[in-house]
């Protein structure tokens, strides 16, 4: 079973960035899927976005198109989630997870989550 681990996440104005990146591990990008989700407070969880193995396909709620974007570097074994245009909205705890099917909406594994916060 992998291990996940988030960093990156802090308090940023509306309309800043912030990169969130997870490490891995273990090698993933042969065998697993990744996936953002996040949770608002009050919330479920929502996905946000998925990057298949070898990073050959990605996809996005429509909520974070156009913004947000989901990369995977192989030698790092890590994960990341550039987000742009930030808005208050997109305040919430987000969480990497993993899973062997590609998107998945309840993958197995997970992080502890980073806490994302947007000022207005």
């Known amino acids: 079973q992998v291990q996940l681990r988030e960093s990156g996440g802090g308090l940023v104005q509306a309309g800043g960035s912030l990169r969130l990146s997870c490490a891995a591990s273990?090698?993933?990008?042969?065998?697993?899927?990744m996936h953002w989700f996040r949770q608002a407070p009050g919330k479920e969880r929502k996905f946000v976005a998925a990057?298949?193995?070898?990073?050959?396909?990605?996809k996005y709620a429509d909520s974070v198109k156009g913004r947000f974007t989901i990369s995977r570097e192989s030698a790092k074994n890590t994960v990341y989630l550039q987000m742009n245009s930030l808005k208050p909205e997109d305040t919430a705890i987000y969480y990497c997870?993993?899973?062997?099917?590609?998107?998945?909406?309840?993958?197995?594994?997970w992080g502890q989550g980073t806490q994302v916060t947007v000022s207005s």
């Open positions: 997870a993993a899973s062997l099917t590609y998107p998945e909406t309840t993958p197995p594994n």
């Open positions: 273990t090698r993933t990008d042969s065998t697993y899927a």
């Open positions: 990057i298949s193995r070898f990073g050959t396909s990605t």
